[in-house]
């Protein structure tokens, strides 16, 4: 990390130093909840023209810290533009729905070489944060992960059984794409990285429907992979993983995969994870999503458990999942208060 790190409360955190007001930020913090979202997403035709269009892509990265004043800012962006870039014909209706991918031939028209010039947008929309957020605030990059990309993929989009994915799970050709998919990771995330974010965050938001061998070689093997290539060539660049899900092998996932955090879910025990995740690294969660939505009392008692429960270590609140579009706003600052005045104690 360059000089400039110091002075961030969230880079200070991947050193491993425990401070007394932990840095915050939340997972989809630009989004539904807020007013101003809403309208700005009404000024484009689709979504995926808003995460590519630099100076939209900026304004709605930028809008929750103006409330909040988040410790990072994450670009805003989403993880299907991997498949996207790649040659997969992807759409955002009221979700994403992507042509599945069923075969060799299938894997066979996707194209890394492309996948720089159709996210150059991007890429630019992290060169200019890099330049205009506060000197405090970082600024985080993420992808998803192969195992997530690839049941998106394969399913056509969302699905609650995963029986497609899971069937060619097996097969040599699942393999390849699973390779295909570490190389556009690894890329997305270094280019990030070399347009500015000062971390990165790797998404395995499926990771939860495989256990046992299939979640070591799906999920953790995948990921060491990338975090290899990553910091091959950015070695002191912090790297996040975030396998939802996943239980006890959360362990495993912080032993075996090279991450510098690991961020939780919300189903993980707080004193489980103090005890056996944050001794081996920074630790990022693990709020209920659903709690932010109630508010209140509820709110605060979960949001001091936390803190509380947390706070012998290096330490990032965020959620245990991202801000639901139901969200009060004012939940939200009440939050970010909350977090702040936990120092006091």
């Given at each position: 990390?360059?000089a400039?790190?110091?002075?961030?409360?969230?880079?200070?955190?991947?050193?491993?130093?425990?401070?007394k007001v932990?840095?915050?930020?939340?997972?989809?913090?630009?989004?539904?909840?807020?007013?101003?979202?809403?309208?700005?997403?009404?000024?484009?035709?689709?979504?995926?023209?808003?995460?590519?269009?630099?100076?939209?892509?900026?304004?709605?990265?930028?809008?929750?810290?103006?409330?909040?004043?988040?410790d990072?800012?994450?670009?805003?962006?989403?993880?299907?533009l991997?498949?996207?870039?790649?040659?997969?014909?992807?759409?955002?209706?009221?979700?994403p729905?992507?042509?599945?991918?069923?075969?060799?031939?299938?894997?066979?028209?996707?194209?890394c070489?492309?996948?720089?010039?159709?996210?150059?947008?991007?890429?630019?929309?992290?060169?200019?944060?890099?330049?205009?957020?506060?000197?405090?605030?970082?600024?985080?990059?993420?992808a998803?992960?192969?195992?997530?990309?690839a049941?998106?993929?394969?399913?056509?989009?969302?699905?609650?059984?995963?029986?497609?994915?899971?069937?060619?799970?097996?097969?040599?050709?699942?393999t390849?794409?699973?390779?295909?998919?570490?190389?556009?990771?690894?890329?997305?995330?270094?280019?990030?990285?070399?347009?500015?974010?000062?971390?990165?965050?790797?998404?395995?938001?499926?990771?939860?429907?495989?256990?046992?061998?299939?979640?070591?070689?799906?999920?953790?093997?995948?990921?060491?992979?990338?975090?290899?290539?990553?910091?091959?060539r950015?070695?002191?660049?912090?790297?996040?993983?975030f396998?939802?899900?996943?239980?006890?092998?959360?362990?495993?996932?912080?032993?075996m995969?090279?991450?510098?955090a690991?961020?939780?879910?919300?189903?993980?025990?707080?004193?489980?994870?103090?005890?056996?995740?944050?001794?081996?690294?920074?630790?990022?969660?693990?709020l209920?999503?659903?709690?932010?939505?109630?508010?209140?009392?509820?709110?605060?008692?979960?949001?001091?458990?936390?803190?509380?429960?947390?706070?012998d270590?290096?330490?990032?609140?965020?959620?245990?999942?991202?801000?639901?579009?139901?969200?009060p706003?004012?939940h939200?600052?009440?939050?970010?208060?909350?977090?702040r005045?936990s120092?006091?104690?």
């Open positions: 990390m360059d400039g790190s110091k002075t961030k409360p969230l880079l200070r955190v991947f050193s491993g130093e425990k401070l932990p840095p915050f930020w939340l997972m989809r913090q630009a989004g539904r909840y807020l007013p101003e979202y809403r309208e700005l997403r009404a000024s484009v035709p689709s979504f995926l023209e808003l995460c590519l269009t630099p100076e939209l892509a900026v304004e709605a990265t930028l809008q929750p810290l103006r409330r909040f004043g988040m990072a800012a994450i670009v805003f962006s989403d993880i299907l991997i498949p996207f870039a790649l040659g997969q014909k992807v759409e955002f209706r009221d979700g729905v992507l042509t599945p991918i069923r075969s060799r031939s299938d894997i066979i028209q996707l194209d070489r492309a996948m720089r010039e159709r996210l150059a947008p991007v890429y630019e929309t992290l060169h200019r944060l890099h330049h205009n957020l506060p000197p405090e605030t970082a600024l985080i990059g993420f998803g992960a192969p195992w997530t990309l049941t998106y993929m394969v399913e056509g989009g969302p699905s609650s059984d995963f029986a497609a994915v899971k069937a060619w799970a097996g097969e040599a050709d699942f390849k794409l699973i390779e295909l998919l570490v190389e556009a990771v690894a890329a997305h995330l270094t280019a990030q990285i070399e347009a500015g974010a000062e971390a990165v965050q790797i998404f395995d938001t499926w990771a939860g429907v495989l256990d046992g061998a299939e979640l070591r070689r799906l999920v953790i093997e995948p990921t060491a992979e990338i975090i290899r290539r990553v910091k091959e950015h070695p002191r660049v912090p790297v996040i993983g396998p939802r899900g996943i239980g006890p092998a959360y362990a495993d996932y912080a032993r995969t090279g991450v510098d690991v961020s939780l879910d919300q189903t993980v025990e707080v004193a489980w994870a103090a005890r056996e995740i944050q001794s081996l690294c920074p630790v990022q969660g693990n209920d999503p659903q709690v932010l939505v109630a508010g209140g009392a509820m709110l605060r008692d979960e949001a001091w458990r936390i803190l509380s429960g947390f706070a270590g290096p330490f990032i609140f965020n959620l245990g999942h991202g801000v639901l579009p139901e969200t706003p004012e939200v600052a009440e939050l970010a208060r909350l977090i005045a120092g006091a104690n």
